[in-house]
């Protein structure tokens, strides 16, 4: 069975900064995708970055240049480094993983976490 936990959210002042981290665990085969998404007063969740398992890092334009992730494979984790916070960034934030199975590329799944929040308030 494969879990994602996600660690770090808290509350932050605005212009403060906060580190989030995922960890995968379970029996698997491999990762490929590995993201960042948030769920805030809307109801949609929102995509914040993606780490595609070739190596390309995708933000939303909202966190370009406050936010940044790293993906370290081996320790089957991705972090999700804020900067210069914002209200607007308040929200429920899950990790998500598309996760191989077994050898096969049709065993491939999509795990969420769940979730961890981050306020940032005065």
């Known amino acids: 069975q494969v879990q994602l936990v996600e660690s770090g959210g808290g509350l932050v002042q605005p212009g403060g900064s906060l580190n989030l981290s995922c960890v995968a665990s379970g029996d698997f085969f491999t990762i490929s995708t590995m993201g960042w998404f948030r769920q805030g007063s809307a109801d949609q969740r929102e995509m914040v970055a993606v780490?595609?398992?070739?190596?390309?890092?995708n933000l939303v334009d909202s966190v370009k240049g406050r936010f940044t992730a790293s993906r370290d494979n081996a320790k089957k984790t991705l972090h999700l480094h804020m900067t210069s916070l914002n209200f607007e960034d308040t929200a429920v934030y899950f990790c998500?993983?598309?996760?191989?199975?077994?050898?096969?590329?049709?065993?491939?799944?999509?795990?969420w976490g769940r979730g961890t929040q981050v306020t940032v308030s005065a």
């Open positions: 998500k993983a598309n996760v191989q199975i077994t050898s096969s590329k049709w065993s491939t799944r999509a795990y």
């Open positions: 780490w595609s398992s070739g190596g390309t890092m």
